[in-house]
């Protein structure tokens, strides 16, 4: 076991803070990531919490602040359990790099993703104890691990809008895959944003603030917004570019590996789709560039808020082949062909179509 509790296997982009996600392998076919499995994004030092003295506050733009204990939480509010992927915005920036530098960011390969069984209590009952004010147009998360990243160094936080803060999906969660939610995934409690991307799912929340403006937190205002190919990130600042929250159609192919040998003829392939807030509606795999495509055979949906796993079988022919997919979500928008027009000077977003490289063997 290596740190963290995480499988061997873990690709670890940076050791300290942890940042690790696993091989593509490791995620195929499996609806639920086990916890060892799971990818972890971290800005700061991981803080050890105990859950007997964590304490969130409500504040802001509310009709009375909370103060609630862990116990607080679970007896007051009805318990939700629900199946969410969350996606790093850096999920697939290898496919960037390829196009062009990206410095000072990990490159991610497909693994920034992974889907968990989530179990808390609904962000919009404890809104609704608070009683939220007129002018609550966002809803701001603050958590303690500060980014040494950050300028000037501050804690973590992030927000999203009100709307989103009570859809019922969006939950504070302590349990993960049936267990209590470990310190590397944010226990004692994290909020859990299914559908946007994997940021604002702030672990170690200690604080909700409603309040007018989005949250002026570095990880909101200045990182993870797209930036144009031409802008120098060292001289962005808060508010250029633009802010990310719901994802975008994505999709990957997890087996075959790229690069793999293997025997020609009938072939398996699986991956994983995933639309967020629309949702996934097609997959088509080709093994001619995209001149021509066979659907997939998509999963069960097992929650609205899950990816979708799939598998096609195909005739691999003899010697070296492309294999690409891509995914189509529900209303009808498709992963851009090519990562070369996706290029932003952070590494975000990439969906260009999945590619690997094979070589069928006689
Ligand atoms: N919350 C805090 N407090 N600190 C962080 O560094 N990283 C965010 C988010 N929540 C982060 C955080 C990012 S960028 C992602 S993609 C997800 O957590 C990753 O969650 P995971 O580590 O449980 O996979």
Redesign the pocket.
């Known amino acids: 076991m290596s740190r963290w509790g995480k499988r061997e296997d873990m690709i670890v982009h940076e050791a300290e803070p942890y940042n690790a996600e696993p091989p593509p392998r490791a995620l195929a076919d499996r609806a639920l990531t086990p916890v060892d499995t799971?990818?972890?994004?971290?800005?700061?030092p991981i803080p050890r919490l105990d859950p007997r003295a964590w304490r969130l506050s409500v504040d802001g733009e509310v009709e009375r602040e909370l103060a609630l204990s862990l116990s607080d939480l679970r007896s007051g509010f009805e318990h939700r359990t629900l199946t969410a992927t969350?996606q790093?915005a850096g999920n697939r920036r290898a496919g960037l790099i390829e196009v062009g530098d990206i410095p000072g960011e990990a490159p991610w390969g497909s693994g920034?993703i992974?889907t968990a069984e989530w179990t808390g209590v609904r962000l919009a009952d404890v809104l609704g104890a608070a009683g939220l004010g007129p002018r609550a147009a966002h809803v701001a998360f603050a958590?303690p691990?500060v980014?040494a990243e950050a300028d000037p160094p501050q804690p973590?936080g992030g927000s999203i809008p009100v709307a989103k803060a009570l859809a019922g999906e969006v939950l504070l969660a302590w349990g993960m895959n049936g267990a209590p939610l470990p310190a590397?995934?944010?226990g004692p409690v994290r909020v859990v944003v299914p559908g946007h991307?994997?940021?604002r799912?702030?672990?170690?929340v200690h604080r909700v603030t409603a309040q007018e403006r989005p949250s002026d937190n570095y990880f909101q205002a200045t990182v993870y917004r797209l930036l144009t190919a031409d802008a120098d990130p060292s001289a962005t600042g808060p508010g250029d570019g633009l802010s990310l929250g719901p994802v975008a159609v994505n999709a990957d192919i997890l087996r075959p590996g790229d690069g793999e040998v293997l025997p020609a003829g009938a072939t398996e392939i699986s991956g994983y789709a995933f639309a967020g807030e629309r949702g996934v509606a097609r997959v088509d795999v080709s093994l001619d560039l995209g001149d021509s495509w066979v659907q997939a055979d998509l999963d069960e949906r097992a929650d609205p808020w899950a990816w979708r796993l799939w598998r096609v079988t195909l005739d691999l022919p003899v010697g070296p082949a492309v294999i690409t997919a891509r995914a189509w979500d529900t209303a009808a928008a498709c992963q851009p062909e090519s990562a070369r027009h996706l290029w932003n000077p952070k590494g975000y977003v990439n969906n260009s179509w999945a590619r690997i490289h094979v070589i069928g063997r006689d």
């Open positions: 799971f990818y972890s994004r971290n800005h700061g969350l790093c920034a992974s958590a691990d980014a973590y590397v995934h944010g991307i994997g940021a799912s702030v672990k170690w």
